[in-house]
């Protein structure tokens, strides 16, 4: 017989409610109403509620930068090391070996500078892609706009982004290379990134939760994308129309913009920028669309 | 008139639950389908329709036609076997998977409690979770800062604030999780047995927790298996039964509708609860007279009113029928049943002889003798029965250790509302509290002692 189980009487003087308080303030003056039933077709995308759950986002997009580099050795030293390690090998390769013409910039700099953005991108939607499998049980215990979680995904390279994007000032001054005025610009070439990386993902977490396939597919198509967007290689050298028409990659406008934006080069803007800007809002919209459109099967399939 | 807090029509839900099994498929039909099959499922996708494991012929309704209104303030129960659709109705009420069709209306802002501790992450601190955790339950970060420290004391986990949970105790990490959940506020409550967490004095505290929120004003739907936790927290409780509701009504009448169907079901195939292996088995059979005179042959749990019950509650009356069946007569038996705990204690023996009940004789063939119990104040759980024959003097004609078991339900015995633990004792006291206060060398007067809520001893 344990003494102390038997003895907790005293701690529960509440259990008989001798402590009614703030009772009565949650009555119904101002409820809202909320109508719970079987939505049809293409719903609205609830970007309003999505906005007040704002918090929340800020409270994944914490938690992911938290544990991102948990137990790792250089921490947050890798959101460097990846796009610079890629620049090296670039560079050795292209650069040296096979002679890539890079625009009249060193080109170190020149891959490195496309692949700051890039690294964002692809990072962005390797994460997200897989993030309504990862986090399956919160959609099937708790209610909350399911579009927080590959959102917030993205956003939180974001971190990573910045640390790598000041390496990249730093290997500017170490070239000796001077931003040009254009660079008022770059906060757009960035929200494009954005778009770009939060459509792509808005399609790929969706459709992860039928098909596992997808998991596979990512980081193939990632890296065949890596070599569809001119990051080794300029886009100067296409020639027109092609170079408009090669800006329906979204991530072409991306780089050469940072490009032009950063180290002056004169890939951009124009057509191709003006392309891939359409293009970015087009698979966002989309993807949001289809996320939405799909949401409704996420708790009954995962 | 007022609005109720959750208004629901018509609620349904279908789910996909697994594909026919095609029989005698051909090899050129597995190819066909290999080749056909992502064609036609990327067209369903485009169509938007349910595809891959949810593209399948055989459906089960959940929910099916369920309608309801729960009024403001009120602390609802649900009670249904596994698979009855209660977690279904949670789920489509926090608004996390949709109904086939119907609707639901509430108002107010709704919190939902389908599991404690959801989205913990193992690396981060307890204080980190704390902050994670109430924003995925819903509550903003200042609400989290105003309730921390009171989250922080309820859990009882002060000095490990810091610690990433994962080096959590089990209880640590539940109690924590249940701390924040305990804390959300919203005017209507969606809870799935949740309660059942953690050790006896944590319990308690949980089932305070109810209890303020029952008398804060706030509607609740509550699913629980613990008929007792049912009767004392909510005044009304629906039963659902494959899906539909097959009872609404005040807890009490709710428990026992359920209770009842459960007998309903399990009588034909558990037939009086008699383990068969152990009646055949002469090991079991201790003493067991070379003669084989008479014997036991089964035995059955009744009610007073003479039905067959598959287990009793805590502080209700039992028969206990022993069949036997004699081929000699037999001078003044003795029939006696010993009730002992899974461990082993013997809790209670009696028989005829120790009651003096005299049996002059007992004729050849079959019958039987009860044994009425006037109410059974064992604690909620298993026992094991053993039979004994006797005759006069050292004379066994049959015994057989642990013929059977008892199950024993739990029930509101003493009547406060209050949990008891399973494992903190083998038996129930039928007693009361009397006067209290100082004695009259200390300057005063015992006084009678007033019971604080509840409905008093249901065996008195």
């Not at chain 1, 101002?30 to 609830?46: T, Y």
């Not at chain 1, 999505?50 to 918090?55: A, C, M, N, T």
């Not at chain 1, 800020?58 to 796009?83: E, S």
């Not at chain 2, 169907?261 to 067991?288: C, F, I, Y």
């Amino acid at each position: 017989m344990n003494n102390e189980q038997l003895s907790v009487d005293p701690t529960d003087q509440t259990v008989n409610g001798t402590t009614v308080t703030a009772s009565l303030d949650h009555k119904p003056e101002n409820a809202q109403i909320r109508r719970i039933e079987p939505s049809r077709g293409w719903v609205s995308l609830g970007l309003r509620e999505l906005w007040s759950y704002r918090e929340l986002i800020y409270f994944f997009i914490w938690r992911d930068i938290k544990v991102r580099y948990k137990q790792t050795i250089l921490g947050g030293a890798w959101a460097i090391i990846q796009p610079l390690f890629t620049m090296l090998i670039f560079s050795v390769f292209f650069g040296r070996l096979a002679k890539v013409p890079s625009d009249s910039v060193p080109y170190p700099l020149f891959a490195y500078t496309a692949l700051v953005p890039w690294q964002f991108f692809a990072n962005g939607v390797s994460l997200s892609s897989t993030s309504l499998v990862s986090d399956s049980n919160l959609l099937k215990k708790v209610y909350f706009p399911r579009l927080a979680l590959p959102i917030s995904k993205v956003l939180s390279g974001g971190l990573d982004f910045l640390l790598a994007f000041t390496m990249l000032l730093l290997m500017m001054l170490y070239y000796g290379i001077r931003p040009t005025a254009h660079v008022i610009w770059l906060p757009f070439f960035l929200f494009m990134a954005l778009t770009t990386s939060l459509g792509v993902s808005m399609w790929f977490s969706a459709m992860h939760v039928q098909f596992r396939d997808v998991q596979y597919a990512v980081p193939f198509l990632v890296q065949a994308w890596l070599f569809a967007t001119p990051i080794a290689y300029p886009s100067s050298l296409l020639s027109e129309p092609w170079r408009t028409i090669y800006g329906i990659n979204p991530m072409v406008g991306v780089v050469e913009g940072f490009r032009w934006a950063l180290l002056g080069t004169h890939t951009a803007p124009g057509p191709t920028v003006l392309v891939s800007f359409l293009a970015s809002i087009a698979v966002l919209v989309g993807g949001t669309f289809y996320f939405r459109r799909m949401e409704k099967t996420f708790a009954d399939v995962l | 008139m007022t609005q109720p807090a959750i208004r629901v029509v018509d609620l349904s839900k279908e789910y996909h639950i697994g594909a026919i099994q095609k029989s005698g498929r051909t090899l050129r039909q597995v190819i066909v389908d290999a080749v056909s099959g992502p064609l036609r499922r990327t067209a369903k996708l485009l169509r938007g329709e349910a595809t891959g494991a949810a593209e399948l012929d055989v459906t089960h309704w959940a929910l099916r036609d369920v309608s309801f209104e729960i009024p403001h303030g009120d602390v609802i129960g649900v009670i249904g076997r596994n698979g009855a659709g209660k977690s279904t109705l949670l789920k489509i009420l926090s608004q996390i998977t949709e109904p086939t069709h119907g609707f639901a209306e509430i108002h107010g802002r709704v919190g939902s409690l389908l599991e404690v501790g959801t989205g913990f992450h193992q690396e981060l601190s307890g204080r980190e979770n704390i902050y994670l955790n109430g924003a995925i339950l819903g509550m903003g970060k200042r609400e989290i800062d105003r309730k921390f420290d009171e989250i922080v004391s309820f859990a009882e986990i002060d000095k490990f604030l810091d610690t990433p949970v994962k080096h959590y105790s089990s209880g640590m990490y539940v109690r924590l999780a249940f701390s924040v959940a305990a804390h959300l506020e919203p005017e209507i409550l969606l809870v799935d047995e949740v309660l059942s967490v953690g050790d006896v004095t944590f319990q308690k505290k949980c089932l305070g927790k109810m209890n303020q929120v029952r008398q804060s004003g706030r509607t609740v739907l509550f699913i629980s298996h613990n008929m007792a936790t049912i009767e004392n927290l909510c005044s009304r409780t629906i039963v659902l039964q494959e899906g539909k509701i097959a009872f609404v009504g005040p807890s009490k009448d709710a428990v026992k509708f359920y209770l009842q169907s459960m007998v309903a079901r399990e009588q034909p195939t558990e037939g009086g609860l008699a383990d068969d292996n152990r009646w055949a088995n002469p090991e079991h059979r201790k003493h067991r007279s070379p003669e084989d005179v008479v014997s036991y042959t089964r035995i059955e749990f009744k009610n007073p009113e003479g039905e067959t019950i598959p287990f009793v509650r805590s502080g209700e009356p039992l028969v206990i029928r022993l069949h036997y069946c004699a081929r000699k007569p037999i001078t003044r038996p003795s029939f006696g049943v010993g009730i002992s705990t899974e461990q082993g204690t013997l809790v209670s023996y009696v028989s005829t002889w120790l009651c003096s009940v005299e049996i002059p004789v007992l004729q050849c063939g079959n019958g039987f003798i009860d044994l009425c119990i006037d109410y059974i104040n064992l604690m909620p759980g298993s026992y094991f029965l053993s039979v004994l024959l006797g005759g006069m003097g050292p004379i066994f004609y049959d015994s057989i250790d642990r013929c059977t078991v008892l199950t024993v339900e739990e029930t509101d015995f003493y009547g406060s509302g209050r949990m008891m633990s399973p494992n903190q004792s083998i038996m129930l006291l039928p007693c009361h509290w009397e006067p209290f206060g100082p004695t009259e060398e200390n300057g005063g007067a015992p006084q009678n002692l007033q019971i604080a809520g509840g409905a008093g001893p249901i065996h008195l």
